[in-house]
């Protein structure tokens, strides 16, 4: 699969310093690090920034990046999100070559290590129920309590795991444990569990194992096992590195890879926790993992986000030692930033008004001129029909309007795009008032935009003919959530209700139409527009990527 080249990082951070001065002191020779994603799950914006990372310094400094999937619990993980999960990396513009690996993979290394810390008096098994076990492990101002089976001979221990690994006992009977210090004040390090029994099929190992390791457990060995020199985590893992250094120094590694910490990305009007997301796909909040709402990569993707300006974000954002949180809106300007550049100008009436042109010809066709990209020349042009009925957007028209509306009103002149001047003379209304047809007079001396007698207007109002266009479904989507700082323990309380709007009856050029491109457009005066995959040959249905102004900004 080819992946949009990606260029090199220039930027700074700690993390970039501390292996440039491992470089530079001779600590490591080359630069070996890792992304290790759950398949349990489709990735975020908040993996985005830990995938720029971790290819990005890999890329920087001529080294390898591994992608290694977490695949330690069978009950949560699914093929789905692995694939999901690998076509999301490349598309974002990375690529791990032939380093891709599994912690599967070293199970059965990892499971003779656990026998080596039995013998070495560094394990046990506990029999202790789960809830036991959470009861016993202190708090943050109270000592643990040693388990009543702490003590157990190496040989009891060695028998009973084997027994475990050989599914003699049923889920939750017994765990492996660490013997380190159940008064130690990083809770981590109270005994924490290596391996637990989970009598489920495994998505890469089948039935083979009724045992599997914990993430701790699994995470620093599989590193050390691939020679990962850099170990990159997002800050909730500061705490699990003295544990991630006690099981390197306890066990035969053939390498001793170093841990670092980083602020993991909190967006306004966001929530990324992954229990919050799969419950919004399967309490049926939003339509999947790849809904538009979604902050999830296939999400952002379907809504026509590019990936450069993703990367964009997170160069700008950095990385920091403390975690806080990026105002959405700066989000948001990468992606006009971007799209401003690349997306190529078309028109379309979200929400029609008929309009008829009378002294215009009936059956009179004409074709217009229209720039494809006005700062690119290279774009080119295109045709657009004109003709004696239109369409216009329903906001562009008032019967009654304030003193400093300048667009279409009874009486009043306006220049179509493209085309001419028109004159509003009088608006047709349906029996429960509202207005549905406008007739209005053209001046055919104003082709192309200006009055050879000098007049002015004040407003240049998009339209479509109304014989040329197509009809189409048009998605506008706003924040899933109504508050900046939505609240994940109740989220659903927190839920934008006008987060998605559905328009049945625009209409948009046939150039719109007639392209099955993935390519985000701009329709003029309207924002970026991307087909979705919903489209029919009979029915195009388009995702608005963002607006054209800030949403969030103050006015």
Same mark, same amino acid.
């Given at each position: 699969m080819?992946?949009e080249p990606?260029?090199?990082?220039?930027?700074?951070?700690?993390?970039?310093?501390?292996?440039?001065?491992?470089?530079?002191?001779?600590?490591?020779?080359g630069?070996?690090?890792?992304f290790?994603?759950?398949?349990?799950?489709?990735?975020?914006?908040?993996?985005?920034?830990?995938?720029?990372l971790?290819?990005g310094?890999?890329?920087?400094?001529?080294?390898?990046?591994?992608l290694?999937?977490?695949?330690?619990?069978?009950?949560r993980?699914?093929?789905?999100?692995?694939?999901s999960?690998?076509?999301?990396?490349h598309?974002?513009?990375y690529d791990?070559?032939?380093?891709?690996?599994?912690a599967?993979?070293?199970?059965e290394?990892?499971?003779?290590?656990?026998?080596g810390?039995?013998?070495?008096?560094?394990? *046990?098994?506990?029999?202790?129920?789960p809830?036991e076990?959470?009861l016993?492990?202190?708090t943050?101002?109270?000592?643990?309590?040693?388990?009543?089976?702490?003590d157990?001979?190496?040989?009891?221990?060695?028998?009973?795991?084997?027994?475990m690994k050989?599914g003699?006992?049923?889920?939750?009977?017994?765990?492996?444990?660490?013997?380190?210090?159940?008064?130690s004040?990083?809770?981590?390090?109270?005994?924490?569990?290596? *391996?637990?029994?989970?009598?489920?099929?495994h998505?890469?190992t089948?039935?083979?194992? @009724?045992?599997?390791?914990?993430?701790?457990?699994a995470?620093?060995?599989?590193?050390?096992i691939e020679?990962i020199?850099?170990?990159?985590?997002?800050?909730e !893992?500061?705490?699990?590195?003295?544990l991630?250094?006690?099981?390197?120094?306890? %066990?035969?590694v053939?390498?001793k890879?170093r841990?670092?910490?980083?602020?993991? %990305?909190?967006l306004?009007?966001? %929530?990324? @926790?992954?229990?919050?997301?799969?419950?919004?796909?399967?309490?049926?909040?939003?339509?999947?993992?790849?809904?538009?709402?979604?902050?999830?990569?296939?999400?952002?993707?379907?809504r026509?986000?590019?990936?450069?300006?993703?990367?964009?974000?997170?160069?700008?954002?950095?990385v920091?030692?403390?975690?806080?949180?990026?105002?959405v809106?700066?989000?948001?300007?990468?992606?006009?930033e971007?799209?401003?550049?690349t997306?190529?100008?078309?028109?379309?009436?979200?929400?029609?008004?008929?309009?008829?042109?009378?002294?215009y010809p009936?059956?009179?066709?004409?074709? /217009?001129?229209?720039?494809?990209?006005?700062?690119?020349?290279a774009a080119?042009?295109r045709?657009?029909?004109?003709g004696?009925? %239109?369409y216009?957007?329903?906001?562009?028209?008032?019967?009654?309007?304030?003193?400093k509306?300048?667009?279409?009103s009874?009486?009043?002149?306006?220049?179509?795009?493209y085309?001419?001047?028109?004159k509003?003379?009088?608006a047709?209304?349906?029996?429960?008032?509202?207005v549905?047809?406008l007739r209005?007079t053209?001046?055919?001396?104003?082709k192309?935009?200006?009055?050879?007698?000098?007049?002015?207007?004040k407003?240049?109002?998009?339209w479509?003919?109304?014989?040329q266009s197509?009809?189409?479904?048009i998605?506008i989507?706003?924040?899933? !959530?109504?508050k900046?700082?939505?609240?994940?323990?109740? !989220?659903a309380a927190?839920?934008?209700p006008r987060?998605?709007e559905?328009?049945?009856?625009?209409?948009?050029?046939?150039?719109?139409?007639?392209t099955? @491109? @993935?390519?985000?457009m701009?329709f003029?005066?309207?924002?970026?527009?991307?087909?979705?995959?919903?489209s029919t040959?009979?029915r195009?249905?388009?995702n608005?990527?963002?607006? /054209?102004?800030?949403?969030?900004?103050?006015?």
């Amino acid at each position: 699969m080819t992946t949009e080249p990606v260029a090199a990082e220039t930027g700074r951070d700690f993390i970039r310093d501390i292996i440039q001065a491992d470089l530079d002191s001779g600590r490591h020779k080359g630069i070996v690090t890792r992304f290790p994603p759950e398949p349990n799950g489709y990735l975020h914006i908040g993996h985005a920034k830990s995938i720029a990372l971790n290819f990005g310094i890999a890329q920087e400094f001529s080294g390898r990046c591994h992608l290694r999937f977490d695949d330690t619990n069978p009950t949560r993980e699914e093929q789905e999100y692995i694939d999901s999960i690998q076509a999301d990396v490349h598309w974002l513009g990375y690529d791990w070559g032939t380093d891709l690996y599994y912690a599967s993979d070293y199970f059965e290394r990892l499971y003779d290590w656990a026998e080596g810390l039995i013998r070495d008096g560094h394990a *046990y098994v506990d029999d202790q129920s789960p809830e036991e076990i959470r009861l016993t492990r202190g708090t943050l101002t109270e000592p643990g309590r040693n388990s009543p089976f702490r003590d157990r001979s190496a040989e009891e221990n060695l028998d009973l795991f084997r027994r475990m690994k050989a599914g003699e006992f049923q889920n939750g009977a017994r765990v492996l444990r660490a013997k380190i210090d159940m008064a130690s004040g990083n809770i981590n390090l109270r005994d924490p569990v290596l *391996y637990r029994i989970l009598h489920a099929t495994h998505p890469r190992t089948g039935d083979r194992w @009724s045992i599997y390791p914990s993430y701790d457990y699994a995470h620093g060995q599989s590193d050390a096992i691939e020679g990962i020199t850099h170990s990159i985590c997002t800050l909730e !893992f500061e705490d699990h590195r003295p544990l991630y250094e006690w099981l390197l120094e306890k %066990l035969p590694v053939p390498s001793k890879p170093r841990q670092y910490e980083f602020a993991r %990305l909190n967006l306004t009007y966001t %929530l990324l @926790s992954k229990r919050v997301l799969t419950q919004l796909v399967r309490d049926g909040h939003v339509s999947g993992w790849d809904d538009p709402r979604m902050p999830t990569i296939a999400g952002l993707k379907r809504r026509g986000v590019p990936p450069a300006a993703i990367r964009e974000f997170v160069k700008r954002i950095g990385v920091a030692k403390a975690n806080s949180v990026v105002d959405v809106g700066m989000l948001e300007f990468c992606i006009r930033e971007h799209l401003n550049k690349t997306a190529l100008r078309r028109m379309a009436v979200l929400r029609p008004l008929k309009v008829v042109i009378e002294n215009y010809p009936e059956g009179q066709v004409e074709e /217009l001129e229209a720039v494809n990209h006005p700062d690119d020349p290279a774009a080119g042009t295109r045709r657009i029909a004109f003709g004696r009925e %239109l369409y216009i957007e329903r906001d562009d028209f008032m019967e009654n309007p304030p003193k400093k509306f300048f667009r279409l009103s009874p009486g009043s002149e306006v220049r179509l795009r493209y085309a001419y001047f028109i004159k509003c003379r009088e608006a047709i209304k349906d029996a429960a008032g509202e207005v549905v047809e406008l007739r209005c007079t053209y001046d055919p001396l104003t082709k192309g935009g200006n009055a050879p007698d000098g007049r002015k207007v004040k407003a240049t109002m998009h339209w479509l003919s109304a014989a040329q266009s197509v009809p189409a479904e048009i998605r506008i989507y706003h924040q899933l !959530f109504a508050k900046p700082n939505p609240d994940a323990a109740n !989220f659903a309380a927190d839920l934008n209700p006008r987060s998605l709007e559905i328009l049945k009856d625009a209409r948009i050029e046939p150039a719109i139409a007639a392209t099955n @491109s @993935s390519e985000v457009m701009q329709f003029e005066r309207q924002g970026y527009f991307v087909r979705d995959r919903d489209s029919t040959p009979d029915r195009p249905v388009f995702n608005r990527t963002i607006g /054209l102004r800030d949403s969030f900004a103050k006015g």
